[in-house]
Structure formats: structure tokens, C-alpha cells
């Protein structure tokens, strides 16, 4: 790799990092709804899946929409983020939402 692709991989990346915030899952109605939200694996770096989202790295994905280690959020899932008013690590690659449940 490159040092100008290597820089420009790691401005990417402070990018995103910098993106990355707690909300409320009630806040993420309209996105759930348009099925735009998808469910990280605690066992994946939310923001490395941003990355490889956003430099659309699909061979990734669909090894981890495989893997189901990246999932579109269950119905039963929603219900009890929205019952609990949980908070949730969560992302935005346009058009999508990537979030998190990861243990306080």
C-alpha cells in the first residue's frame, strides 16, 4: 500500500472514529424502519466495519452478512432496545446506520 492511500485510509478512519457516538435506540426509529440500520458484532471494531462499508469493500461484507457477524437488526432484537430505552455505540455510512450493542 501506498503511503498516500495509507494516509488517506487513516484520515478515514479518525474520521469515522470521531463520527462514533452513543444514542438511543428510540432515536433510530425512522432508520430502523426504512431498513437502514444494521447490527455490529460485539466481537468486530464498529469502526473498522465503517471503514471497510465505506471504502466498499463488498467481499467483506458478505463474508460478514455470512458470518452473521453484520445483520440487519431483528424484529424481537428492536423491541427490546426500544422496551429498554437502550443506548447504542452507532455510526453513520450514508445511507446506512451501523450500531453496536456493546457491554458498558
Same mark, same amino acid.
Given at each position: 500500500? #501506498?503511503d ?7 484520515? %478515514?478512519? $479518525?474520521k %469515522?472514529?470521531?463520527?462514533?457516538a &452513543? %444514542?438511543?435506540?428510540l !432515536? ?8 437502514q440500520?444494521?447490527v *455490529? #458484532?460485539?466481537?468486530? !471494531?464498529?469502526?473498522?466495519?465503517? *471503514?471497510k462499508?465505506r471504502? !466498499?469493500?463488498?467481499a467483506?461484507? $458478505? =463474508?460478514?452478512l455470512?458470518?452473521? +457477524?453484520v445483520?440487519y @437488526? =431483528?424484529?424481537? &432484537? +428492536?423491541? &427490546?432496545w426500544? =422496551?429498554? =430505552?437502550k443506548?447504542?455505540?452507532a455510526v453513520? *455510512?450514508?445511507?446506512?446506520?451501523? @450500531?453496536?450493542d456493546k +457491554? #458498558?
Open positions: 500500500m #501506498s498516500s492511500s495509507s494516509n488517506s485510509e487513516h484520515s %478515514i478512519r $479518525e %469515522i472514529n470521531l463520527e462514533t &452513543q %444514542i438511543n435506540w !432515536d433510530l426509529q425512522t432508520f430502523y424502519a426504512r431498513g440500520v444494521l *455490529v #458484532s460485539d466481537n468486530l !471494531d464498529l469502526v473498522d466495519v465503517a *471503514v462499508l471504502n !466498499d469493500d463488498s467483506q461484507f $458478505e =463474508k460478514w455470512e458470518e452473521d +457477524a445483520s @437488526v =431483528k424484529d424481537e &432484537q +428492536a423491541l &427490546q426500544y =422496551k429498554n =430505552k443506548y447504542l455505540w453513520v *455510512v450514508f445511507p446506512w446506520v451501523l @450500531v453496536q +457491554a #458498558s
